[in-house]
């Protein structure tokens, strides 16, 4: 039996009256430590949250990784009217950029209508954000799913998602659409239809080493070199473009009375578009020693490409502002510098909505946070969508 669809006041008003459940769920994830770099912490939060999603009735499966900690995939099969639809995808990661212990010096607290803690917006609310809207839709169809829906949770977003990329694609490309749960951007809580693409290079000078004060004229340095390479890089920086260049990590050298004889920077690049990455990827590759004695070697590349705003992804922002309306709610969009596996998905072409997660500030900072009041909205958004996609 399908019970009647509530109406929009009536579902905001369910999902107000769980709000502090929804901080319970919230308090419990950011509680589990799960760096991305600590294989066993990782592993931990996805066996919790795997019984939390069997719980509710999905199939869970979790894809083994070794260097990284495990993903877990949840599959939620539809209503039987329902089946021949396509599933939504939605997409998020249990890591974290923060060391185990970091709860001792910034715990899960409540203060002032916020809910502090690591991770707690980048983004372990959008993880229970997932499982109350799932449990709310379950509720409002009579048990099951309006459409099949699949849960993929990383173990690696935080460091490039080296283990989960491949199976976030094939998902995607299986789906109608993906809604990424990282967090909204800004105080007004925009979901975002635009990031840029992010790439990593490493740029290595060898020079020739010798003694600072018995033969200064014989060495090479890497460092001197280096230092007028990096010039020569940040002129690659077209901010009005959205091509920006931080040549963000140096190091080099061994000793002041030595000339250095290696040198090195890791540079962080951002583009706007697509076709940008090659002709900036061949301008770092066809860099020239100024120094002839001085050898350059680059690595690296761009890892992930931009989310543009294409049409199915604008499609995707037409729907949530619908559903935003039907409980007098202007909701914004943004395009934002920084990448998530959004921008794979979206790299696919299929359309893709992200920063359907919490709202807060401080992302990897001291001071994160989420605001505890816009959760009921932001269920409510993500469950029309499920809806509607
Ligand atoms: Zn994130």
Known sequence: MISPRPAWPERLRYFTERQNGIVNTIRELVEIESPSDNKHAVDLIAAFLAQKF?????????????????????????????????????LGHYDTVYPLGTLANMPCKVENGRLHGPGVLDMKSGIALILHAIEALQAWHGGALPRP?????????????????????????????????EPAAGLRGAVKTARKGVGEYTLRVKGIAAHAGLDPGKGHSAILELARQIAE??????????????????????RTNVIAAEASV?????????????????????????DKHCK????????????????GVAALYKKAQTIAREVGWKIDEA??????????????????????????????????YIVISELPRRALLLAGMVESV
């Open 54 to 90: 069997k719980a509710l009735g999905g199939r869970t499966e979790l894809h083994r990784s070794n260097n990284f900690g495990d993903s877990l995939q949840i599959d939620f099969a539809a209503d039987p009217a329902s089946l021949h639809r396509k599933p939504v995808l939605l």
């Open 149 to 181: 829906v699949t849960v993929f949770l990383v173990s690696d977003e935080e460091v490039g998602s080296y283990s989960s990329r491949k199976i976030t694609e094939a998902l995607a490309k299986q789906s109608a659409g993906v809604l990424v749960l």
């Open 233 to 254: 890089i940040a002129k690659l920086n077209n901010l009005r473009q959205g091509v920006s260049v931080n040549p963000g990590v140096i190091q080099g050298g061994t």
């Open 266 to 290: 890791a540079i962080d690049v951002r583009i706007q578009r697509a076709t940008q990455a090659s002709a900036l990827d061949r301008k770092l590759r066809s860099l020239k020693p100024f």
């Open 296 to 311: 350059l070697e680059i690595t690296g590349g761009i890892n992930r490409l931009p989310m543009e705003r294409t049409t």
């Open 335 to 368: 395009a934002v510098g920084g990448g998530s596996d959004g921008n794979f998905t979206a790299g696919l072409g299929i359309p893709t909505l992200d920063g359907m997660g919490g709202v807060g500030e401080g992302a990897h900072a001291v001071h994160e």
